[in-house]
C-alpha cells in the first residue's frame, strides 16, 4: 500500500493545487513542517489555556498568597509547602474541611456513576429491541442530557423548595411519607438532592453510549445464544455485559471525572455556599480562593486533587486493560 | 441476506417473554415520568408570583404569560442572552478551527511529538475546571495591571477560558472522526493534483461535516451551561445567563415564575438543536468513546 502511495505523495504543494511542478527542496521541508504548522494554532492555544495556567498554579501553591498580594502575586513571599501541610493537616481547619469535602465527593460520585450507569444500561437494554414509539423515546430521555447545566439545577432547585416544592408536595401531601416536610437543600438532605439532580442529568449520557454500544454487538452472538437455549437474563449476563466491556470502561471513567470535578450542580443548587453535607471539592477549593481569598491554598488543593485524579486514573486504565487482556 | 429472509423460524426463540415486556413497560414508564416532572414543573412559568409561592399545584390556577413579559425587565435578560451568545458563538469558532487543523496534523501525519501533543490534550480534558480558573484569573489581573487591558471581567477573558474545555474535546472528537474516513479517498485528491491543505478542503472536510456539526454543538451546549468561570470571569456588564439568573432573587422575593420562564427560554434552542442534531451527535461521541 504504501509503496503504491508514494507516488503520489511527492507532489505534495502548497494550495493552489495546480499540479505539482517537479519537485524542489524547499518542498520537502514544507511537507515535514506541515503537521507543526497545523499544530502552531492549537499548540499556542494549549500553552495559553492549560500549560502555562497550570505551571503557574504549581508556582502559586508554594506561595503565600492572600489578598494583599492578587494585584502583584509574583511578589507574594514564599510559603515553602506551607500551603500543603495545612491543607493535609486534618486535624487544622483547612485540612479537615478538604478532608471532609473529599470524603463528600468520594461518596457523591460513586453514588451518582453507579445509579446512573445502572439506570442508562437498563434503559439501553430495555430499548434494544425495536418496538412502537422507541425512537420517540430515545430522544425523549436525552432532554435532561441536553439542557443547559444550570437551567436544570435551578429546576430541581425550584422542585426542592420546602414549603412550596413539588418534591414535598408529592413526598408530604400525596405520599404521605413524611410527617413534617423535611428541608432538601439544608442539612444532612442536602446530599441527596445533590444526588437526585446528578443522577437525573447524568443517566441519560450512560444511555446514549450504552445504546450506541449495543449496535455494534453482533446479531449473530444473540441467534446462537438463544439457539442454545439462552433466556432474556442469561443473554444479558453472557453476551451483552461482556462485548459492552470496553464500551464501559470509558463510559465509567468519563462519568467519574464528571461527577467528581463537578462544580455547576451544586454551585447552582445551593447558592454561594453549599451546606457542608453536599460541599464537594471543586466548591471548597473556590470557597478557599475567591471567598477566603487565599490563592495559595487553593492553588496547593487544586494541586492534590490534580495528583489524585492522575493517579486513579493510570491506575484504573492499567487494571480495566489488563483485565481486558487477560479475558482476551 | 438469504440468511435474513430464513431469519423468522428462527428468531422466534429470541423473542422476549411476556415479563420482558411487562419489566419494559413499568421500567421505561418511570423513567418517562422522571424525565417529565421537571419539565411539567416549568408550569409554573405560566403562574402568578402568589400562586407560584403558595403550596405546589399541578395545574395552575390563574393561567398567565405575564412571567414571560416581565422577565426581560426585571433583569437585563436580554444583554446576558447577548452576552452569552457572543462569548460561546467566539469560543466554538475558535476551537472548531483550531481543532480541524490539529486534528488533521494528527490523523494524516507522522511527525516527532505527535503521541505527547495527544497526550496532552487527553489529559487536560479529565482536569478540573478549578485547576485552570485560580492561574487564569490571576495572570488576567496581572496583565490588567501591567498593560491595562482588563481581561477579568471581558468578553475576550471569558472566551480564553471557555477555550480550557471546548478546545481539547474539540481535537480528541475530530481526531478520531478523520482517522474513520477512509485513507483512500486522500490518496484520491492528492493523484488529483491536490497538495495535503486541498485534500483538507476538498476532501476531508466534507466528509466529516457531521463529525464537525456535532463538535461545534457539543461545545457550544458545553460553554452555554457554564457557570464556573462565569461567575468568577465577568462583571455586571458581561454577566453570561448562567449567572444572571441568580438576579431574579431580590432581597423580598424570588421571582420564581420568571425564572423558569427564562430557563425554559434560554433551554428551548440547545435542546432542540441537541434533539435535531443527536443522530450525529451520537454517532460522533461513540466514534470518539469507544476508539
Known amino acids: ?44 492555544f494549549e500553552l495559553l489555556v492549560h500549560v502555562v495556567p497550570m505551571l503557574v498554579g504549581i508556582f502559586m501553591s508554594f506561595k503565600q498568597l492572600t489578598q494583599f498580594f492578587i494585584r502583584n502575586w509574583s511578589a ?26 473529599f470524603e463528600v465527593t468520594c461518596g457523591f460520585t460513586v453514588l451518582t456513576v453507579g445509579v446512573s450507569w445502572l439506570v442508562g444500561t437498563g434503559a439501553a437494554v430495555l430499548m434494544q429491541d425495536p418496538f412502537r414509539g422507541r425512537g420517540v423515546l430515545r430522544t425523549y430521555f ?3 442530557y441536553a439542557l443547559p447545566a444550570y437551567t436544570a439545577a435551578i429546576t430541581w432547585e425550584f422542585m426542592f423548595q420546602r414549603d412550596n416544592g413539588l418534591i414535598n408536595r408529592l413526598l408530604v401531601d400525596d405520599l404521605h411519607l413524611f410527617k413534617e416536610p423535611p428541608f432538601w437543600l439544608l442539612g444532612p438532605n442536602s446530599f441527596w438532592a445533590l444526588v437526585v439532580t446528578a443522577v437525573w442529568r447524568t443517566w441519560p449520557f450512560a ?17 446462537a445464544a438463544a439457539l442454545d437455549g439462552a433466556g432474556v437474563w442469561r443473554r444479558l449476563r453472557s453476551v451483552t455485559l461482556p462485548q459492552l466491556r470496553p464500551v464501559n470502561q470509558v463510559l465509567v471513567l468519563v462519568l467519574f471525572l464528571w461527577n467528581f470535578n463537578d462544580f455547576n450542580t451544586p454551585y447552582v443548587l445551593f447558592g454561594n455556599v453549599a451546606p457542608p453535607q453536599a460541599n464537594l471539592i471543586s466548591l471548597q477549593i473556590y470557597d478557599t480562593s475567591f471567598h477566603s481569598w487565599n490563592f495559595g491554598s487553593g492553588s496547593a488543593m487544586s494541586v492534590l486533587l490534580l495528583l489524585f485524579l492522575l493517579l486513579l486514573t493510570t491506575a484504573y486504565l492499567l487494571v480495566t486493560n489488563r483485565r481486558g487482556k487477560a479475558d482476551g | 441476506m438469504a440468511d435474513r429472509i430464513a431469519a423468522p423460524p428462527r428468531r422466534s426463540p429470541m423473542a422476549p417473554p411476556p415479563s420482558f415486556l411487562w419489566t419494559r413497560r413499568i421500567g421505561l414508564t418511570l423513567l418517562g415520568l422522571l424525565t417529565f416532572v421537571p419539565l411539567y414543573v416549568l408550569s409554573s412559568s405560566l403562574k402568578p408570583l402568589r400562586d407560584v409561592q403558595a403550596p405546589f399545584e399541578w395545574i395552575p390556577a390563574h393561567l398567565t404569560l405575564r412571567p414571560y413579559v416581565d422577565m426581560w425587565s426585571t433583569v437585563p435578560l436580554g444583554h446576558y442572552f447577548l452576552n452569552s451568545l457572543v462569548v460561546c458563538s467566539c469560543s466554538t469558532a475558535v476551537s472548531v478551527v483550531v481543532a480541524i487543523l490539529a486534528a488533521y496534523a494528527v490523523s494524516r501525519h507522522q511527525f516527532p511529538g505527535r503521541n505527547l501533543f495527544s497526550l496532552t490534550v487527553l489529559s487536560t480534558q479529565m482536569f478540573p475546571g478549578i485547576l485552570f480558573l485560580l492561574p487564569l484569573f490571576l495572570i488576567y489581573v496581572n496583565i490588567g495591571t501591567a498593560t491595562g487591558v482588563q481581561l477579568s471581567g471581558s468578553r475576550l477573558g471569558l472566551v480564553i477560558t471557555y477555550l480550557t474545555f471546548t478546545l481539547p474535546f474539540s481535537i480528541w472528537m475530530l481526531v478520531g472522526y478523520f482517522d474513520s474516513i477512509p485513507r483512500e479517498l486522500d490518496e484520491a485528491a492528492r493523484v488529483d493534483g491536490n497538495g495535503p491543505i486541498g485534500a483538507l478542503v476538498r476532501v476531508i472536510l466534507p466528509a466529516a461535516v457531521p463529525g464537525i456539526v456535532t463538535v461545534a454543538v457539543y461545545s457550544f451546549m458545553t460553554a452555554w451551561g457554564e457557570v464556573l468561570f462565569a461567575s468568577v470571569m465577568t462583571t455586571d456588564a ?41 443522530r450525529y451527535l451520537v454517532a460522533g461521541l461513540t466514534a470518539g468513546s469507544i476508539k
Open chain 1, 1 to 44: 500500500m504504501t509503496v503504491a502511495a508514494e507516488p503520489t505523495r511527492t507532489h505534495a504543494a502548497h494550495p493552489p493545487p495546480a499540479p505539482a511542478p517537479k519537485r524542489h527542496p524547499w518542498q520537502r521541508v514544507a511537507r515535514l513542517g506541515l503537521p507543526y504548522l497545523l499544530l502552531l494554532p492549537a499548540v499556542l
Open chain 1, 76 to 101: 507574594a513571599p514564599f510559603a515553602g509547602l506551607a500551603n500543603y501541610r495545612f491543607a493535609l493537616d486534618f486535624d487544622g481547619v483547612v485540612g479537615q474541611k478538604l478532608l471532609h469535602s
Open chain 1, 207 to 223: 444511555f446514549l453510549v450504552v445504546t450506541a454500544g449495543l449496535q455494534n454487538i453482533p446479531g449473530e452472538l444473540y441467534e
Open chain 2, 238 to 278: 458581561t454577566r453570561t445567563l448562567a449567572v444572571g439568573l441568580r438576579n431574579y432573587a431580590s432581597q423580598n422575593d424570588v421571582y420564581w415564575n420568571q425564572i423558569m420562564a427564562a430557563s425554559l427560554v434560554i433551554s428551548v434552542p440547545v435542546v432542540a438543536a441537541f434533539l435535531l442534531l443527536q
Open chain 1, 142 to 144: 436525552l432532554v435532561p
